[in-house]
């Protein structure tokens, strides 16, 4: 049989598994918990307001729209797609394990499978090309968008799922309240988000996160230093961005001045 009709097919499989796992978390029927019932049961910081979780319906919507692509006969020798090879397959394995090691507690093992689609979705990011390879506008939303949006949510998750750990180990912060834990990490992720975004050029990566930062302020009101600092971190990274643009466009109209007199 053919490698790249076994490849969509397997690709296939594993996305629906992991629509079927996502449906049974959402509706409550992995440990009768909800993601947001999780987040909202313990005193973490770093979460935001529960509407932000929604963004998984476009992060789903979009992936079902790759998966579609992807799926088709004429794009079974795609170059980017035989770049992505098995490794979607691997992020959506991570995604299943994940979600059953976070409503069940097992938050040692969920941060394992957490960085394991994290590292999944950074190799995909970067073998697709996202800010250094030019597509059509179809190949752009339906092949690299998709990642752009997936990569800057779960890029967040982690560091959710970090606090979630130390949490659940009762790490004791070495001490230092667990605000100024937050509002440095914070500050940590948006340096990640400055370090990627912008050396890829991706808009899409950066209001992923800029959302979230959002969701962090409207959570975490009654405490200062964290709905301060990420508020503060939204409105770099929008700054960042643009001046980014800004200075692209004038660079791409500048016209060279004449040399002699």
């Known amino acids: 049989m053919n490698r790249d009709l076994i490849r969509q097919f397997i690709n ?3 996305f629906i598994t992991t629509l079927v796992m996502n449906f049974l978390s959402t509706t409550g029927k992995l440990n009768n918990l909800t993601p947001q019932e999780i987040s ?3 005193p973490i910081l770093f979460v935001p307001a ?8 476009i992060i789903y919507t979009l992936l079902i729209a790759f998966m579609i692509y992807g799926s088709l006969p004429s794009q079974r020798e795609n ?3 035989r770049k992505m090879g098995y490794w979607f397959t691997l ?12 409503h069940y507690g097992q938050y040692p093992l969920s941060m394992i499978a957490m960085v394991a689609l994290l590292g999944c979705l950074m190799l995909i990011y970067t073998r697709v090309g996202v800010g250094k390879v030019s597509l ?10 998709p990642f ?3 990569l800057g949510w779960i890029t967040v998750a982690t560091v959710a799922n970090a606090s979630y750990v130390l949490f659940d180990a009762n790490w004791g912060q070495f001490g230092i309240d667990a605000s100024i834990w937050a509002a440095v990490m914070l500050v940590v992720a ?5 370090a990627i975004g912008f050396d890829r050029r991706d808009i899409g990566y950066t209001v992923v996160i800029v959302w979230a930062l959002i969701g962090i302020v409207v959570k975490q009101s009654e405490i200062p230093l964290v709905a301060g600092t990420a508020g503060v971190m939204a409105l770099v990274i929008v700054v960042a961005l643009v001046m980014f643009r800004f200075s692209k466009r004038f660079q791409s109209t500048a016209k060279p001045l004449p040399l002699g007199g």
């Open 50 to 57: 529960n509407y932000v979780f929604g963004i998984w319906g």
């Open 148 to 150: 752009s949006v997936y």
């Open 40 to 42: 909202n049961r313990l």
């Open 136 to 145: 059509s506008k179809r190949e752009t939303w339906l092949i690299q968008i």
């Open 79 to 81: 170059p980017f797609f």
């Open 91 to 102: 992020s959506c394995i991570a995604n299943a394990v994940w979600l059953v090691c976070f």
């Open 12 to 14: 296939i499989i594993a």
């Open 190 to 194: 948006t340096g990640v988000t400055l």
